[in-house]
Nanobody, 120 residues
């Protein structure tokens, strides 16, 4: 079993930056995609950014140019650098890892989330 733990959230003012980190305990046979999602109060969870095992990245339009996702190939870790934060970025940010637990079954893990609050 893999446990994902996010950190780096907090209260910041608009225009400031935060760096979110997600590290995992345990092992995964093969990681396909790692990513960050967020859920604002009263809204559905939405994709923020993903990165594949080959390094291909994908960003939500709302964060393009302001956020950078990266990963540590030596361990199960993914990061999200968020710059020029806006009040609408306020949400709980969740780490996600998708891959294979073995040759025969897939896995999809979520962290418990870290709260980002951006004041205007």
């Amino acid at each position: 079993q893999v446990r994902l733990v996010e950190s780096g959230g907090g209260l910041v003012q608009a225009g400031e930056s935060l760096r979110l980190s997600c590290t995992a305990s345990g092992s995964i046979f093969r990681i396909n995609t790692m990513g960050w999602y967020r859920q604002a109060p009263g809204k559905q969870r939405e994709l923020v950014a993903t990165i594949t095992s080959s390094g291909n990245t994908n960003y939500a339009d709302s964060v393009k140019g302001r956020c950078t996702i990266s990963r540590d190939s030596a361990k199960i870790a993914v990061y999200l650098q968020m710059n020029t934060l806006k009040p609408e970025d306020t949400a709980v940010y969740y780490c996600n890892v998708q891959g294979m637990g073995s040759l025969t079954y897939g896995v999809n893990y979520w962290g418990k989330g870290t709260l980002v609050t951006v004041s205007s």
